[in-house]
Nanobody, 120 residues
Framework: QVQLVESGGGLVQEGGSLRLSCTASGSISSRYDMGWYRQAPGSQRELVAV???????NYVDSVKGRFIISRDYAKNAVYLQMNSLKPEDTGVYYC??????????????WGQGTQVTVSS
């Protein structure tokens, strides 16, 4: 099992910034992806940004140029720096870890979620 602890959500005005943090502990593989998803009310959960085990990074188009994902491998941590926030960025943000095991087996874990609210 992998445990994820998130922090950093809150209420911010449009144009402001927030930084989310997530630290993983437990049975972490030597290779694992870390990322952030979000879910707005009435919407499906969507990928925001992911940092792959080989250093690849991907963002959803709506946050490109505004959000930055980074990792601290020594701490098993992932961060999401969110700048120029917009009301449509409002939602619950979830940390996600995917352990990549032998023979391509993948184990997925989720944090408890942290609320981000952007007021206009």
């Amino acid at each position: 099992q992998v445990q994820l602890v998130e922090s950093g959500g809150g209420l911010v005005q449009e144009g402001g910034s927030l930084r989310l943090s997530c630290t993983a502990s437990g049975s972490i593989s030597s290779r694992y992806d870390m990322g952030w998803y979000r879910q707005a009310p009435g919407s499906q959960r969507e990928l925001v940004a992911v940092s792959g085990s080989f250093g690849t990074i991907n963002y959803v188009d709506s946050v490109k140029g505004r959000f930055i994902i980074s990792r601290d491998y020594a701490k098993n941590a992932v961060y999401l720096q969110m700048n120029s926030l917009k009301p449509e960025d409002t939602g619950v943000y979830y940390c996600n870890v995917v352990n990549i095991r032998s023979l391509g087996r993948r184990e997925e874990y989720w944090g408890q979620g942290t609320q981000v609210t952007v007021s206009s």
